[in-house]
T-cell receptor, first 113, second 116 residues
Framework: TQLLEQSPQFLSIQEGENLTVYCNSSSVFSSLQWYRQEPGEGPVLLVTVVTGGEVKKLKRLTFQFGDARKDSSLHITAAQPGDTGLYLCAGAFEETSGSRLTFGEGTQLTVNP | DAGVIQSPRHEVTEMGQEVTLRCKPISGHNSLFWYRQTMMRGLELLIYFNNNVPIDDSGMPEDRFSAKMPNASFSTLKIQPSEPRDSAVYFC??????????????FGPGTRLTVL
């Protein structure tokens, strides 16, 4: 069974602080996505990474894909209350054919004003 | 584009009743996914279709659950008979599997199902 571990599960911080969320697996990803989900809505795609060592930035969010394509991180600089939500990583494993994704359990982020 | 459309947004029903959830994927997408999300189990893949054909239904809990995709623009997830433990938010997602390997999925707003 291919597992995708996400940490931490919960994170509560003050506005202005920095944070990092991690996504790890023992298997190689062909691609990996990060999603954010707000209450009452579906997950919204933030970014896709496909190349080992790739770094992508989306305003205050920085996404890194590990060189071996087995792990990824999401770093938020100067967090704001609007960043509050459930962050999900999801990967397509190289060993698996088809278009399915395996989702992590998510990181519930709360940014307090 | 309107995005993935799901209906109804909320459904409250009594145990034993039949429930049908509906999904319209993004036009041009050729893969469709049904997920269930609960606090305890997170986001679980129930079944997915590629070019209207069911590819993997190993996540379907039991025979009470069934899904169909009669054409490229419509899918249903049916629960018959429903039970209280089926209460959850059900999401439909679609993607274009064109060999790029990006596997990006786009989610609908979900259907919140409550079975009393």
């Amino acid at each position: 069974t291919q597992l995708l571990e996400q940490s931490p599960q919960f994170l509560s911080i003050q506005e202005g602080e920095n944070l990092t969320v991690y996504c790890n697996s023992s298997s190689v990803f062909s691609s990996l996505q990060w999603y954010r989900q707000e209450p009452g809505e579906g997950p919204v795609l933030l970014v896709t990474v496909v190349t080992g060592g790739e770094v992508k930035k989306l305003k205050r969010l920085t996404f890194q894909f590990g060189d071996a394509r087995k792990d990824s991180s999401l770093h938020i600089t100067a967090a704001q209350p609007g960043d509050t939500g459930l962050y999900l990583c999801a990967g397509a494993f190289e060993e698996t054919s088809g278009s399915r994704l395996t989702f992590g359990e998510g990181t519930q982020l709360t940014v307090n004003p | 584009d309107a995005g993935v459309i799901q209906s109804p947004r909320h459904e409250v029903t009594e145990m034993g009743q039949e429930v049908t959830l509906r999904c319209k994927p993004i036009s041009g997408h050729n893969s469709l996914f049904w997920y269930r999300q609960t606090m305890m189990r997170g986001l679980e893949l129930l079944i997915y279709f590629n070019n209207n054909v069911p590819i993997d239904d190993s996540g379907m809990p039991e025979d009470r659950f069934s899904a169909k995709m009669p054409n490229a623009s419509f899918s249903t997830l049916k629960i018959q008979p429903s039970e209280p433990r089926d209460s959850a938010v059900y999401f439909c997602a679609s993607s274009f599997s064109g060999g790029t390997g990006r596997n990006e999925q786009f989610f609908g707003p979900g259907t919140r199902l409550t079975v009393l």
